[in-house]
């Protein structure tokens, strides 16, 4: 009777074991797998999406940290996860009136991270590597209480969101601000399409070299559409950028340095900046016209995460019930 008592322990152990380790990277506690749809419940542990799979979450509770396996999705309306979110390559989250207490991170080759309306911590974007799949990082009226790390695809921080520590990116395929409130720095290297920056608040100094495609710092520039330039806590530097440089409608709380650019930079009249202007400008011209692709960075914002946020949640909806 004592050995099989024993036997029976030994087993139980070992279904444990592989219970606790069938997510990568769990917490010593049990993982809820979801693969379907899950309502206003609260998941008393780690959440795990399978590799391929989707799950489309309303209201939902998670009180520990959400893994996205590859080519695997979550979609999260009106929800609360209290760790961090892990999302692996070709992996998506898409997370609107929702809050995470942690930091995100999306992988080398992840798709992308949408968060709208939403609170987190740190976001992270790794970079591409030998990927395939250039990622994206979208996101509107949030706040990121912490810094924001792109190495990697399109990056756009829009509508009112509100970032309290540094943001920083370097090789991304463009970086934009618009309308948003940057506490830190702001650094942009190497992006592939350059920067765009409008209508927002950067208390810190900014920093953009080496981009190829230009930037653009308030309206009348030849990338982006915007209503208005933005004000700048500290002092801006655009060092060797390819191009065009354009800066409109901007204060300056410090000095503007230009050094490196070709063709050099445009700075409108209608700039104030305290710390003058250091380095060589092109002469003062008449405000160019608005580009005709203006708007088309906005536009794969709604084309990219809107796809496969319609895919993945057809998908949840179609796999029934996750059973949370």
Known sequence: ???????????????????????????????????????????PNDLYVPPGQSCALTGTVVT?????????????????????????ADGYLDATDTTVGGGIELASGGYGIFLKNARSGAVTVRAKGSATIDSFLFVEQSTVEGTVTANAGEVRLDRTTQVTGNVSSTGTYYTDVHDSFVDGTLSVLNSATGSVVCGSAVRGRATFAGNLGGVQLGPNGNLDGCASGGYWGRDVGITNTTGGVTVDDNIIDGQLSLSANNPAARV?????????????????????????????????????????RTSAVAEARAAGDAGL
Do not use: F
Not at 31 to 41: F, Q, R
Not at 64 to 85: C, D, K, P
């Open 268 to 308: 409108a009249a209608n700039n104030r900046i305290r710390g003058g202007v250091v380095g060589e400008r092109a002469p003062a011209v008449a405000a160019p016209t608005r580009s005709k692709v203006a708007g088309t960075r906005d536009d794969a914002v709604d084309q990219r995460a809107g796809q496969r």
């Open 64 to 88: 520990g940290n959400v893994s996205v396996a590859a080519g695997a999705n979550l979609v999260v309306t009106g929800g609360r996860l209290s760790g961090e979110i892990q999302v692996a």
């Open 1 to 43: 009777m004592r050995r099989t008592v024993a036997t029976l322990a030994l087993v139980s152990t070992a279904v444990a074991v592989s219970t606790l380790a069938a997510a990568p990277g769990a917490r010593a506690d049990l993982v809820t797998h979801c693969v379907g749809t899950g309502g206003a419940v609260t998941v």
